[in-house]
Every structure is written in structure tokens, then in C-alpha cells.
């Protein structure tokens, strides 16, 4: 059942679309824009080749579709969150959800599933999209090309993909429904929190869930656009501007009527990577250093041991209120 008191707004309100085929100094200052406002936006005409995108959908579909002892053998041994359902990380989490979680430079364990090549095609093919968003936001900031693409791009960086499935309700898993209708109409798929990375790119099928908090603390809905990408700011990219890009808070809730897919790709860097606000970012808005400099290790290994909703950040601030 979804908890809080926050207050919906209209579909989509104030959420930019940010067509990619315009001149490229216009594209880098709408994402500098809409890093800064909201830390959210959806880009078309983003080049991704279609044919890429509909067979790593149909691939997906055709997986979760299979027996729940058939998923649970995509699990093998020595990785233990390749495939789960409910629980979100190790911590009590959970979430009308299942999904299948990938480490995008591990091509043996993707070579284990029997889509591996349309994981892969659609991991590159996102991968360089990250990369082209990132080099646009660094010259919207000044900031030389490839400041924040040169930490994706590494061959020991620590992104991952994730594909998330959210089942209708009388969907079963081993004989148990994921929700019971009489109980609530809408429920919470994953819950509030912000991702950690520095970048995330999303795309989802035609049903909608996804919602992000806006800096009135309310939350917008997000329409699904099977043709575009959402794009979020993560936790570093907004200790490495100094707090001037906002990692959003967001969610998915779920309705129970009809079964949503979505693939998230998160751009992070090498695990011991040095995170902090850029010298520029600090100069440039005349302000004080907000965050200490610490590892992608290190923040990761925070971020994973507290619940989702945490306000992680914090705990980095150089002066706390």
C-alpha cells in the first residue's frame, strides 16, 4: 500500500523533453537546465537504433513469462542477485517486483542467460547514449568534455543494468499472489528513494508507475513513451556539481491491472574512483565545498547497507544543519 502524504500533481507537469536532434549547444543547456530543476528529464530522437530497443523488450517479456523455478535458475552461485522478487536489496525493501539485475562489464555471467545478445547490443547501445548525455551536460557546464564520460567508459567501470517487472496482480510466484486487490488499487513497485550512480537512463513500455518528487515535494507522474528515454541525475553527479544538479527522488507504483516492464541502465564509475564536488563547480558558483571527497567503494557500500528511502547524501556533507 503506498505510504506518505505527499501530493500528486498533473501528468508530466513541468518534466522537460529534450529533443537530442537540435543544434548541440541548445541540447547541452536544456540538460544543464533540467539537471538543475528537477534532476529528471526524457530525451527523443536520442539515436538509439529501435530494433535494439524492441528486442531486448520482447527478449524480457519472454523471460519473466517463464516458471518462477525456470527464473530462479538464471541465478547461478557466486552471483546472488542476478534474478529476485520482492526484496530490494538486503535490507527489508520490498516491492510488487521482479527483475533481473546484470553487471554490464561481466560479459560471462550476461553469456548465461539465452538473450545474452540482445543484453548486450542494448547495454552498448545505452551505454553510449550515457556517454553522449554526460559529455553534453560537462559542456553545458564548462567543464572539459569528457569529466563525467570518461568514468563510464573505463573497462573496470561499475555500472549495471536492471530490468524490472511488475506483474499483474493475480500473477503468481510459487503459488502466492504479489498483491491482494481488495486491500489497495494502487501499490508501491519500488519505493522512494534516489540512485547512487551518476547517471540513469530508463525506458519503459507503454504503462505507466513512474513517479518523481519535484522541489515542492510533491510527485509527478510520469507518461510512458515507449520512444523516449527518462534520464535521472544520480548522488555523484550531484556531489561532483557541488549540489547544483539535483539527485531526484523517485518511485514506480503499480496499479495491479496491467504488467509494466522497464530497463535502467546506471552509469557508475571504477569502485575506487575519487568522488567530489569539481573545483569549477565550487569556484564558479561562489559557494562553499558542500560534500568531502570519498570512493564509489565507499558510497556504494553505504548506500547498499541503508534502507531506500535513506537520504544517503547527507552523511558526506561537509557541514551538516
Not at 526524457?42 to 517463464?66: C, L, P, W, Y
Not at 534474478?83 to 510488487?96: A, K, P, S, V
Amino acid at each position: 500500500m503506498v505510504k506518505g502524504s505527499q501530493k500528486i500533481v498533473a501528468v508530466d507537469q513541468n518534466i522537460p523533453i529534450i529533443d537530442m536532434s537540435q543544434e548541440r549547444s541548445r541540447v547541452s543547456m536544456q540538460i544543464v537546465k533540467a539537471c538543475e530543476t528537477l534532476g529528471f528529464f526524457k530525451v527523443v530522437n536520442h539515436g538509439v537504433d529501435q530494433t535494439i530497443i524492441s528486442r531486448m523488450e520482447q527478449e524480457s517479456i519472454n523471460f519473466f513469462a517463464k516458471p518462477a523455478h525456470e527464473k530462479k535458475s538464471a541465478r547461478p552461485v557466486n552471483q546472488p542477485f542476478q534474478y529476485g522478487f520482492r526484496d530490494i536489496g538486503l535490507n527489508g525493501d520490498t516491492g510488487e517486483v521482479e527483475y533481473l539485475l546484470l553487471h554490464t562489464n561481466d560479459p560471462a555471467f550476461r553469456s548465461q542467460l539465452s538473450f545474452s545478445s540482445a543484453v548486450n547490443c542494448y547495454i552498448e547501445a545505452v551505454k553510449q547514449l550515457a556517454r553522449e548525455i554526460l559529455d553534453l551536460t560537462a559542456e553545458g557546464l564548462r567543464v572539459p568534455s569528457h569529466t563525467f564520460s570518461r568514468l563510464i567508459s573505463s573497462v573496470d567501470s561499475d555500472s549495471v543494468l536492471r530490468v524490472n517487472h511488475y506483474p499483474p496482480s493475480d500473477q503468481f510466484f510459487g503459488g502466492a499472489t504479489l498483491s491482494d486487490k481488495s486491500v489497495s488499487l494502487t501499490r508501491v513497485g519500488f519505493g522512494e528513494h534516489t540512485d547512487p550512480q551518476i547517471l540513469t537512463v530508463l525506458r519503459s513500455n507503454d504503462v505507466g508507475g513512474l513517479q518523481v518528487s519535484n522541489s515542492d515535494g510533491m510527485w509527478v507522474p510520469v507518461s510512458p513513451d515507449p520512444s523516449a528515454f527518462c534520464v535521472n541525475v544520480g548522488d555523484l553527479l550531484q556531489v561532483m556539481t557541488n549540489g547544483r544538479f539535483i539527485s531526484v527522488r523517485h518511485r514506480a507504483l503499480t496499479s495491479g491491472e496491467e504488467s509494466r516492464l522497464s530497463t535502467a541502465y546506471f552509469a557508475g564509475p571504477p569502485l575506487q574512483t575519487k568522488i567530489g564536488p569539481l573545483p569549477a563547480m565550487v569556484t564558479m558558483m561562489n559557494q562553499p565545498r558542500l560534500y568531502q571527497t570519498f570512493t564509489w567503494g565507499e558510497y556504494k557500500k553505504l548506500a547498499y547497507s541503508l534502507r531506500l528511502e535513506d537520504s544517503r547524501l547527507d552523511m558526506f556533507r561537509t557541514c551538516k544543519d
